[in-house]
């Protein structure tokens, strides 16, 4: 059985997520977001899992709070 895992690029990960590109790029800095993986010399982009169980995680955090 294969998996195949989708990669996200920086518009769909905005998409997605509401946040900005700088957003997005502090939250890595400071280890509050997945780290990207790099394609190429020039190209990044997220596993789509990681930015679910980001996403799931934002809810779960939310949700407690309340």
Known sequence: ????????????????TGMSRSAIYSAM??????????LGPRAVAWASSDIAEWQQSRINASRKAV
């Not at 294969?2 to 997605?16: P, Q, W």
């Not at 800095?29 to 790099?38: H, N």
């Open 29 to 38: 800095r400071s280890g509050d977001f997945p780290a990207s993986v790099q």
């Open 1 to 16: 059985m294969t998996t195949y895992i989708e990669f996200l690029k920086l518009a769909a990960v905005i998409g997605r």
